[in-house]
């Protein structure tokens, strides 16, 4: 996966919820776009402790290189 693959989602307007799929079979499912920070090899994906962006509860560090799909989690409203 490439940087701007990720950012395409992250970015949208408006913003559509969206999940990771590693390929371990874990998944991220993006419900914020402050969820996610994207770097050039990696991409930090933030757990809030409540529906509030402003405080973290943790964080993961994921590989680009490890994620195997990026997928809308909504269907688009026509």
């Not at 999940?19 to 996610?36: A, C, K, L, W, Y």
């Not at 590989?63 to 799909?69: H, M, R, T």
């Amino acid at each position: 996966m490439n940087p701007q693959a990720v950012l395409n989602y992250v970015q949208a307007a408006p913003f559509r919820p969206f999940r990771i799929q590693m390929n371990s079979g874990r998944t991220f499912d993006i419900r914020h776009p402050e969820m996610v920070r994207v770097g050039r090899r990696d991409v930090l994906i933030f757990s809030f402790v409540s529906e509030s962006p402003q405080v973290y509860d943790r964080w993961d560090n994921v590989s680009l290189l490890l994620i195997e799909s990026l997928s809308p989690l909504e269907p688009a409203v026509a």
